[in-house]
């Protein structure tokens, strides 16, 4: 079993700010892929950014590149979203989880989720 718990969401104007974390328990953390995923209201659970046990980052999605970079660190069990220059269409719930199987760029692929994070930008 894994718990994954983000944190480090909240308000922000556009282009400011925001550093997600989240933070992993219960299995060994660094034998798998990671991802960020977020969820608008009205809209699919999208792919946002994942990162490989070397620290290969997965290509991001096109909407966030250049703005967002993800991180990792092993031996401290967390990840991070550094996000930049946020834009009113970056509002969502952000998710981290565990990748399984099957493409990484498939909420489907993934076994374990944290709860989310609610990312706020106002215009």
């Known amino acids: 079993q894994v718990q994954l718990v983000e944190s480090g969401g909240g308000l922000v104007q556009a282009g400011g700010s925001l550093t997600l974390s989240c933070a992993a328990s219960?299995?060994?953390?660094?034998?798998?892929?990671m991802g960020w995923f977020r969820q608008a209201p009205g809209k699919e659970r999208e792919f946002v950014a994942g990162?490989?046990?070397?620290?290969?980052?997965?290509p991001y999605v096109d909407s966030v590149k250049g703005r967002f970079s993800i991180s990792r660190d092993n031996a401290k069990n967390t990840v991070w979203l550094q996000m930049n220059s946020l834009k009113p269409e970056d509002t969502a719930v952000y998710y981290c989880?565990?990748?399984?199987?099957?493409?990484?760029?498939?909420?489907?692929?993934?076994?374990?989720w944290g709860q989310g994070t609610q990312v706020t930008v106002s215009s």
């Open positions: 989880a565990v990748h399984g199987s099957g493409s990484v760029y498939q909420p489907t692929s993934y076994e374990y």
């Open positions: 219960g299995r060994t953390f660094s034998s798998v892929v």
């Open positions: 990162i490989f046990k070397s620290g290969n980052i997965i």
